[in-house]
């Protein structure tokens, strides 16, 4: 990826009396009918909210789990969320279950939540005639769902090819802005932090970030592989054993060599006989892990390392846990990374499911710079993919001269 994009942003344009379609990402748990946690609602809400100050008539989109295509569902009604959504705006947000329609929409200064946008026939495939018959409900499509940008859908992409006015969304633009900072204007040292279980789903991530990073912190069973490539014992950890010869590639290109970056391995570890509530963890020596032991956490000195190399950068990027965190005996050392990371001055931005649920888990939200709303947009940001509907946006600046304004 050669640099961030330029796109055009929502501020840019008076959307007074303009029908605006906003693309968000409203993807959120349901429990018995009703929304179990509305973090991606309240995310969007400022969208919405300066939209409709400006004057506009807003019409929402989003995907809510993965119906099948072409038919209602009413499990996956935006019904539910719809009622969250309007507690947070203060006003009631109607349901447009017939959209794209081509009547009349919400008028300035209202806004409906179009139903589940995955109900319609060519959605995930991009068709063509679906995304211009979206295109044609708005003056204006805003492009905000961070979330989905890395799929070409109709109402990702497809849409920007044919709507009149296309541009990022305040929360798409944040996300794209803090990911730039860290990756092409970082301040350094840059740290990242790559956990998780297996080197397989990562393999591109742990590439792109070892020629941008001055150090580079594996954990989890990813930390495994990287220490078996070492030399190092394992015992019965979880281990990519087909990805060994990958970690031993990366070692070696670390440290003193040409590579520029440094690997931070565990130099002690937290091992049981068994992963649960109730097992009794072990601190040890990575050198002293025995044939039965599983690691499942990293040790008080390797977490306190962990933290002084925080303190000392200029840029975190936090993807994954450096343990069973979920399991209480397991949890202390990303506990202690949640909370350095925090207190870091460093700028720091974390994505991936695992990660911001270890951050909601050790209450460390205030601490950190930016908190991305998407996983595998994240991911592959980082890991130097185009997103496609992020290139859509591009393309659409430069076909209008890169003229702004609207007027």
Known sequence: MEGTPAFARMADFDLAGRRVLVRADLNVPLAGGTVAN????RACVPTFEQALAAGAAVTVVSHLGRPAAGCFDPAFSMVPVAARLGEALGRAVPVAAGWPYEGPGPGPGEIALAENVRFLAGETGNDESLARRMATTCDV????????????HASTAGVVRHAPVSCAGPLLAAELDALGQALERPARPVVAVVGGAKVAGKLELLENLAGKVDRLVVGGGIANTFLAA??????????DRDRVPFAAALLARS???????DVVLPSDVVVAQEL???AVGAVKPVREVGAADLILDIGPESA???ARIFGEAG???WNGPVGVFECPPFAAGTARLAEAVAASPAFS?????????AIETFGVEAGLSRISTGGGAFLEFLEGRTLPAVAELAAARRRSGAGVGGN
Request: hydrophobic share 55%.
């Open 38 to 41: 509305a973090a991606r609602i």
């Open 141 to 152: 499509f805003v492009m905000d769902a961070f979330g989905t940008a890395h799929r070409a």
């Open 304 to 306: 306190e390392h962990l």
């Open 349 to 357: 931005i974390a994505g991936g499911g695992d990660t911001l649920a």
């Open 230 to 239: 070492a030399g190092l014992p394992v015992g019965a950890s979880l281990l």
């Open 315 to 317: 840029t975190i990027i």
């Open 255 to 261: 440290g003193s060599g040409a590579g520029g970056f």
């Open 276 to 278: 649960a509530v109730d």
